[in-house]
């Protein structure tokens, strides 16, 4: 079981940066996907970025490669997404995902915890 809480959203220029996190109370040791995920209005969930606990080994959407970086500070059991470069295209509200053990990443099928959202608005 993991309940997951994000902070961090706001509304930044293009070309601004923002840093998400989510706090992860977490009450297995099994090592699991942790992942960033989007979805504006009118589209599906999309995977953004993603952290395997058991190895740190770190994933990302082509669309955000080189601009986003996801980190996990495990003293805190937090996770974070640095975001550089934002372009209009970013705004959507994004959820923190965890507790998937296999297949790919960025399904957010058999994700089994998810935060309740942070919303990000990048202006041109």
């Known amino acids: 079981q993991v309940h997951l809480v994000e902070s961090g959203g706001g509304s930044v220029q293009a070309g601004g940066s923002l840093t998400l996190s989510c706090a992860a109370s977490i009450y297995t040791y099994r090592a699991m996907y942790m992942a960033w995920f989007r979805q504006a209005p009118g589209n599906g969930r999309e995977g953004v970025a993603c952290i395997y606990t058991g190895d740190e080994v770190t994933y990302y959407a082509d669309s955000v490669k080189g601009r986003f970086t996801i980190s996990r500070d495990i003293a805190k059991s937090t996770v974070y997404l640095q975001m550089n470069s934002l372009k209009p295209e970013d705004t959507a509200m994004y959820y923190c995902?965890?507790?998937?053990?296999?297949?790919?990443?960025?399904?957010?099928?058999?994700?089994?915890?998810w935060g309740q959202g942070t919303q990000v608005t990048v202006s041109s």
């Open positions: 995902a965890a507790g998937k053990y296999g297949g790919t990443w960025y399904s957010a099928v058999d994700y089994k915890s």
